[in-house]
């Protein structure tokens, strides 16, 4: 017996391998096609007429796809999903000419929401983290990076982590955890950043680890935040203990954090607005992902990262949401494609590459995420029409009919 079949499907995938440079346009096309499921694994794949023949009488489920398209999950490598409360004067302030870091500055920013995130209660953001899972399989998402750094002390770090921890284990959600106590230098800390880093070296980065609350250990490298040599030497602390290194580079200033791809193993650098030749070149001998965010640049009005360069260039192009209540307030995956499409001069093939397996291989899960294949997870999304290319044309709304997790039906639309 297999759980379920789903027949009569346009299948739009990748082979499961990187893809960097002109790879990144290669898209199978599988036309009126069946993906048997067994617990939770993709078992068979084949013609419908076939798939029919083999299975009809032992599945539990048969669902037929009506010829729509059948993509593989999006998987969202960058967000900071873990919060409460909004931000929405800040949004007001922007519009009005205040930048990014004047706000952070004046105690928004980050700084506002680690007020809100240090009051909360742990079951309060298990609660909000919960509302989000479900606005995620609503757009397809079906495996997502969260983030701490919210919390920016030992005690409201690990609330954050515990979090994700719980609901993973109540929810069908994926979610992979990272930890960012490098996300902003801490009020207690605004005249002393060298004790503060010396804290996340001696106590959080070995509890978290030891503990197992992340896969992975980030820092806003930044002018005015942490610097090159800090945040290397943070991510060496972290490597040091099993955490992998991933961060946040060239987004308002190049100050040298791309760079860093050469003197550490990064799986990848995010957001590159401002990134320069020297980071490419590094980041190209690093094999490091290049995760672009431009929810991010829509939302603050700046110049979109040059996703041609870096394509041209050869490296590996990964597409992320960086959901968080201040700089990019969405869990649309739909919108970050349309949006690299449109404003990045991407293919659709190139975007739907990014927010898939490229995207899996960002948080190093490509061994079971990102492509349709056997022997891989059950994770998928039906659309409402035919081809992925609705995505980018029918903008503004949402293109997901079903979104599967783990072969388990976790949203379907009214239409």
């Given at each position: ?11 739009f ?28 694994i ?8 076939d ?5 009809h ?64 209660s ?15 399989f ?48 801490p ?34 490298c ?13 991510l ?6 099993g ?29 590159l ?12 001998k ?7 965010l ?74 079971k ?9 059950a ?6 029409e ?30």
């Amino acid at each position: 017996m297999i759980d379920l079949l789903i027949i009569r499907a346009e299948i739009f995938t990748s082979d499961g391998k990187l893809k960097k440079g002109e790879k990144l346009k290669e898209v199978k096309h599988l036309s009126d096609y069946g993906i048997a499921v067994k617990d939770g694994i993709i078992t068979d794949i084949g013609k419908t007429e076939d798939m029919l023949k083999k299975y009809h009488r032992q599945a539990k489920e048969i669902l037929d796809a009506g010829g729509k398209a059948l993509i593989p999950g999006f998987v969202d490598p960058h967000t900071h999903a873990v919060f409460t409360g909004s931000r929405e004067q800040e949004f007001k302030m922007r519009l009005e000419g205040k930048s990014y870091m004047e706000i952070l500055q004046a105690g928004g920013g980050i700084l506002n929401t680690l007020k809100k995130v240090r009051e909360a209660s742990l079951d309060e953001l298990v609660i909000e983290l919960k509302k989000r899972v479900r606005l995620f399989f609503a757009y397809g998402t079906t495996t997502f990076e969260a983030k701490s750094g919210y919390g920016l002390n030992f005690d409201d770090e690990i609330k954050m982590l515990k979090a994700i921890q719980i609901v993973n284990s109540e929810t069908d959600a994926e979610i992979i955890p990272t930890f960012i106590g490098a996300h902003a230098i801490p009020p207690e800390y605004k005249d002393n950043k060298e004790k503060y880093i010396e804290k996340l070296i001696n106590e959080i980065i070995p509890y978290v680890a030891e503990n197992k609350l992340a896969e992975f250990i980030d820092v806003f490298c930044e002018k005015g935040v942490y610097t090159a040599g800090e945040t290397l030497k943070i991510l060496k602390a972290g490597e040091k203990y099993g955490l992998k290194p991933k961060m946040h580079a060239d987004e308002i200033e190049s100050i040298g954090c791309s760079e860093l791809a050469e003197k550490l193993k990064i799986y990848s650098c995010d957001h590159l607005l401002k990134i320069k030749k020297s980071g490419i070149e590094a980041m190209k001998k690093g094999d490091t992902i290049a995760t672009l965010l431009p929810g991010t640049a829509f939302s603050l009005k700046e110049p979109f990262a040059n996703a041609r360069e870096l394509i041209d260039n050869g490296l590996a192009v990964a597409l992320a949401t960086d959901c968080n209540p201040g700089s990019s307030f969405s869990e649309s995956m739909p919108q970050i494609i349309t949006l690299a499409v449109l404003m990045m001069n991407m293919l659709p093939k190139e975007a739907l590459n990014a927010a898939t397996i490229n995207a899996a291989y960002a948080i190093d899960k490509q061994n079971k995420l990102g492509s349709i294949e056997i022997g891989k997870q059950a994770d998928f999304v039906i659309l409402k029409e035919k081809s992925y290319l609705f995505i980018p044309y029918h903008y503004g709304v949402n293109p997901i009919w079903k979104t599967f997790k783990r072969g388990k039906c976790v949203s379907t639309a009214d239409y």
